[in-house]
């Protein structure tokens, strides 16, 4: 499982932008985690999917409401992750207001998520393999800090966590 310290894995995450302009959308898009977080610090949360309660009324809400906080904490980039694909976190993230705050990625058939052993079998609850609720500091491709969530709670990831540690990682 990966931990402080450690590299993130090789990966590639994709993207939906809504609107480039006069209804064009663009993407889905691919961005290689090594290559999108390299030379930059990212706030990154992961859940378990889209449209799910916890999710949805607190978990993207909170980083949504942080975004500036987080900026002047010297994070260049939030990102949101789920095992959903890139269609529906662009939807998603349309219904949650996050454009110019919390990129919306999305890892599809879990690989992302199995690459760094943060995975959650939600198979009884009839949505197969997921990502565990997690949140991370990543400055430069390592991970700073790592709060993962028990199953079924939501204590440590929430945004106010990791905006306190990005605060404290800037010194």
């Given amino acids: 499982m990966l931990k402080v310290g450690d590299k993130l894995p090789s990966g590639t995450l994709q993207e939906f932008i809504e609107v480039e302009g006069n ?29 799910t309660p916890t999710c949805s009324a607190k978990h993207v809400p909170g980083y949504v409401e942080h975004a500036a ?31 110019d705050k919390v990129r919306m990625m999305a890892d599809g058939s879990a690989e992302f998520a199995k690459a760094t052993g943060l995975t959650l079998d939600l198979t009884a609850r009839g949505m197969g393999l997921r990502s565990n609720r997690y949140s991370m500091l990543v400055v430069d ?15 440590v990831s929430d945004a106010a966590t990791l905006l306190a540690q990005a605060k404290q990682a800037k010194g």
């Avoid at 491709?141 to 204590?155: Q, R, Y």
């Fill in 69 to 99: 906080a987080f900026k002047a904490a010297g994070v260049d980039e939030i990102w949101c992750l789920s095992v959903n694909d890139p269609f529906v976190m662009g939807a998603w993230g349309r219904d949650q207001k996050t454009a």
């Fill in 141 to 155: 491709g390592v991970v700073k800090t790592l709060n993962v969530e028990a199953p079924g709670k939501f204590e």
């Fill in 23 to 51: 209804g064009c959308s663009i993407g889905p898009n691919s961005f290689d985690v090594a290559k999108t977080t390299a030379g930059k610090t990212v706030a990154i949360f992961a859940l378990p999917g889209a449209y």
